[in-house]
């Protein structure tokens, strides 16, 4: 606890714009209308030859909504038009150096396409041919764009973009990587670090790699389905997406505030979540204490839809808000959008930002025979016609690294 009712009176942040490119939508408004008309992007992949793979589906953004670009990290390529969605909303003029970028991204891994080319380069095989590498690099090198190499310079190349020369920060959490991210730039802004955070993060997983690796952790449904509090769900879909939110200390015509944040650690397993979900709670209550709130309206939760991690949320959520619960509705959008790892805890923080300013809150795609195991106030089908005022939204990640923000309108 930092005396967060101090820091909030004295720098308040408000949400100024919000952009993402979804597997639904090139904008968070195109979206935004298909997770509330209950539509689901979860596909059989084609980009790659998946054959003998632990799962052949995931939830991609289409080539027509954004083309992938040769020799330019997909990172990128997702990220930049939800930034500039986000910052067109914004319309903010605010000096250079007090603008900052938070970003969450995938650690220093490579696109697929590069690390492809790079092993080709090597001459394949057992061995290694450090001459052959060489010139095959050489020969790479003038066709790489610098932002295929780091997610730092994913961040570095967005602050480029927008005018910013204020603090540039790139969180690698896994799937809690832009919601810490967020929280970040909430922080540096109480603190009179800047005044303006471009916040967010992007997931660019649909890949070999990633299904592969994701599969031998036993962590992918085979199933094929991502269906969230589900006494059937086996384990998530991979997604991909980016959204980025503009936070100002500069009330404007903003509506909605993010007035509480926390992050925790469960320090348990490097993959597996605390079965007691201690480290869970911690991130909610500190969140809910951060922004003076003992109850919310709507949840938009982690819900991956792997067994142990959407009951551990559950139980975690029945504790912290207590009765206050049955007054409030759950969902999350990870049952049509899939699994967006570093960019999930953003696109959450939309749904939750739509749930308070359009009174939209969002079903959770998939959900058909909710686990008695996860008994919560499921949002199941469409979206509902409610008005929220404060709302909580979870992001828990390998590695037990937990991130809990709150967010509540303004008049």
Known sequence: MRGGVAERARRPVFVRGVGAVTPLGADWPSSLAALAAGASAIAPVTSFDVTGFPSTVAAAVPERLCPTTAHLDRRWTLLAPAADEAWRQARIDAPAARIGVFLGAESGRSSFSTVVALARAAGGGDTFDARAFGAGAAALAP????????????????????????????????????????AEGARSIRAGQCDVAICGGVGADVDPFMLAGFGKLGALSARGCSCPFDARRDGFVVGEGAAVIVLAAERGPARLELAGEARSLDAYHLTAPDPDGAGAERAMRGALADAGEAGVDYVQAHGTSTPLNDAVEAAALRRVLGRSLEEAHVSSIKGALGHAIAGAGALGFLAACAAILEGCVLPTAGLREPDAACALPHVRGRALARPVRTALVNAFAFGGANTSLVLRGVA
């Not at 994913?154 to 910013?164: F, H, I, P, Q, Y």
């Open 143 to 182: 066709k790489l764009d610098p932002r295929v190499v780091s997610p730092a310079a994913v961040t570095s190349a967005l602050a480029r973009r927008l005018g910013a020369a204020g603090p540039a920060v790139t969180v690698s959490l896994a799937c809690s990587s832009s919601a810490a991210a967020t």
